[in-house]
DNA sequence: TGGCTTATACTTATCCTGAGCATAATTCAA
DNA sequence: TTGAATTATGCTCAGGATAAGTATAAGCCA
């Protein structure tokens, strides 16, 4: 039974055995040529500005930034802070890793060296850049233009996206697979009734991949045509970021994580925006003032907002506290006292 | 700020600077001797068997199994795969990842190559192995006896490790981190009115580590003095396996892995202890059954449990129907419909 | 001033959860 | 054979959280 998950690699289900055992674990202190691979750092470094997510690309917003990870590298993460410190000019303050590629098949060359890809996603706030290099901010929606629906759901999808995938779906000749393969974009895309579901980012692309519609897998498999509109991206860093798109979304729910990216002070309202370009819908105001309050994540500044249209908002600032108070995460078990 | 994350390495918070640029990204298909790194797969293997959590282990129990990431490998999760079907001679059906690691500072040797550990997370039945080899089943508790608090808070906590991390905590000179030393090990062990959090069986062990109270810190650090009880392991297995041990915990509460560890047909009853294995405390049994069968989890097989005490049980099995429709993952956002 | 915009308070019905009571169906030992 | 022990299962009840909306406040602008 093949399984989604926001963390899974595309899992091929063969059974192939290989030479490979945990018996011979001595002599592998030495680097042979067989064994010997490269690891990349890659950043998924987010920040919000104008109420669209952004994320920060090299080459003519084509590539995630990425470099070695090389021997001064105490570790990853630190490898990782280092490099985008020498970027912005400034520490970030929240990073967490997210998955780790080693995928062949991916990138065209079947005899290529293993090469490691350890992605990471990284929280910042735009204001902290200094521009001027080849990096430079682009709207992640750029690159997912299916995954914004802010304003409903894009005409995109139920011109383009659900036409082709169903004659995808219809091109397996097995019933049941066929079936399967529709179900699956359902699911995913939110058709046939089901309800939209912002956290399935990297399922809808990886789909599309699979399906053929979308510029890398007609590169890496030679098969399709793309047809499905968003800016590819060298290597897998499109699929990276879906990662890193669904990573967050899934986050922002149960952790105070979008304060990283906000400025110290801040509208309710403003906050709401950030939630809602990051989860890529609208939320209900007034219960998500509720959410925020009953949770005691903000406290007021004293101050109001100025230059506004409108009744002028308080000022929030976030309540540190809560980093250290809430290790608490929300248990679902039904627990008992004895 | 410090944060801690099911996810987090330990993240030194120094600002230094590095050489590591993301311009200089051309030449780097060639493997110097300077670039080169190994990789190691990392299982962490469970199955549940007569209530308790077990974890595969090698070297006498002192290791988890692991070996290195070959050429012959296509990706890593097959990598892993295939070594653990050449263990078990069946496949495995559920594997995520969990972490990759590669810290220097964790092995002792400054000048040590940089070695990668990617770590996984891997689920099946006891039933499916075959013994013979060098590996063996243990219980996840020899390692974490603080983790098991299905008959209560252990004693080893309020006998040892509380008053210990309190006279680790006094020892910081500073008042305001003294203050947080503690703070920190009260929320991550329920001293103090906090309430005890399962989930957090990764910071616990980091907290320990830090404190030099197990030998992993001992052996590592050079300081210190190994007094709380439990099992130790090679390298930083053991930390992998507290990462692994929080991850399960995490996911049992949002998506069905618990029917991984479960025979075909199985009772209520079979299933919570199986989940209390896993989360180290009770539950409350008529609210469990009540969210079982409100998420249509199972179905009846029709058949009633033999050789039983008490009133027979019903034998239930999983509905595999779930995995197909439930993309669906709880939103805790107030979403609106305009 | 009236209309537009945003802020914020409050209401209402519904669902979910924690906790426990009550009863059913067995085994086992006196 | 009876009752204690043990497990299974049905049901209730209160409280809190949630979805959805109504109502009012406080600014701007034409």
């Given at each position: ?336 006292r004895s």
């Amino acid at each position: 039974m093949r399984r989604y998950d926001v963390n899974s690699e595309s899992a091929h289900w063969d059974h192939q055995r290989s030479g490979f055992s945990n018996v011979d674990k001595k002599a592998q202190n030495t680097v042979t040529s067989m064994d010997a691979i490269t690891a990349d750092l890659v950043a998924v470094l987010v920040a919000v500005s104008d109420g669209n997510p952004k994320i920060m690309t090299i080459a003519h917003a084509s590539a995630l930034p990425s470099g070695p990870f090389q021997f001064a590298h105490r570790s990853l993460q630190m490898g990782l802070r280092a490099w985008v410190e020498a970027q912005t000019g400034r520490p970030i303050g929240y990073v967490e890793q997210l998955y780790t590629f080693a995928d062949r098949g991916r990138t065209g060359d079947p005899d290529a060296p293993h090469r490691i890809s350890i992605s990471y996603l990284g929280l910042t706030r735009e204001e902290l850049m200094h521009h001027g290099s080849e990096a430079q901010w682009s709207s992640w929606y750029d690159y997912f233009p299916w995954e914004d629906h802010r304003a409903g759901a894009p005409a995109l999808i139920a011109k383009t996206i659900a036409p082709k995938l169903r004659a995808w779906a219809k091109s397996e000749v097995n019933s049941a697979l066929q079936k399967q393969r529709w179900r699956r974009a359902a699911i995913t895309f939110g058709l046939d009734s089901h309800d939209w579901n912002e956290e399935l980012a990297l399922q809808r692309y990886e789909l599309l991949y699979e399906a053929s519609l979308i510029p890398e897998a007609v590169r890496d498999k030679g098969d399709g045509e793309p047809v499905v509109p968003g800016r590819a991206m060298t290597a897998d860093h499109r699929r990276i970021l879906a990662t890193g798109i669904a990573r967050l979304r899934a986050k922002i729910k149960y952790r105070p994580v979008v304060f990283e990216l906000m400025p110290a002070d801040f509208t309710l309202l403003q906050l709401q925006r950030s939630v809602e370009a990051l989860a890529g819908r609208l939320v209900h105001k007034q219960n998500f003032r509720r959410l925020i309050e009953q949770q005691e994540l903000v406290e007021e500044t004293g101050a109001i907002a100025a230059d506004t249209i409108g009744r002028p908002a308080k000022l929030f600032r976030f309540r540190q506290g809560v980093l250290a108070e809430r290790a608490v995460i929300g248990s679902k078990l039904p627990l008992s006292r004895s």
